[in-house]
């Protein structure tokens, strides 16, 4: 097994280790917004993490150029409709989770 193989592997186990944690957090956290902030986070490094671990594997090439534009593609459109829909969610009257006294 060589180095790259290695290095590859540890990212994309990474990128797996922050998509299930976004997973649970949804799963897991209260309100609309909570989860949201899980899926947009968490999910966007993993899915990062993923193509940055498929882009070592496979060298400098076409492939690895076109991975590349869709982590940057991912980087910009993840956040962008994460705020789009808390946005439209605070606009709607959604209110944040309060803990219960």
């Known amino acids: ?16 280790f922050f998509m299930v944690v976004a997973s649970i957090g949804v799963l897991r ?3 609309f917004y909570t ?5 947009g986070k968490a999910d966007t490094l993993g899915q ?10 496979e060298g400098f090439s076409i492939i690895s150029l076109k991975m590349l534009l869709i982590v940057v593609f991912i980087f910009i ?8 829909a808390a946005k ?3 606009l709607s009257g959604l209110k944040p989770w ?3 006294k």
Do not use: E, Q
């Open 29 to 31: 956290l209260p309100d």
């Open 48 to 57: 990062g993490l993923v193509f940055l671990g498929l882009m070592v594997y």
């Open 1 to 16: 097994m060589d180095v790259i193989t290695v290095i590859s592997g540890v990212l994309v186990a990474a990128g797996c």
């Open 35 to 39: 989860r949201l902030h899980a899926g």
């Open 98 to 100: 309060r803990k219960k």
């Open 88 to 90: 439209a969610a605070h």
């Open 77 to 84: 459109a993840n956040p962008t409709a994460t705020h789009a």
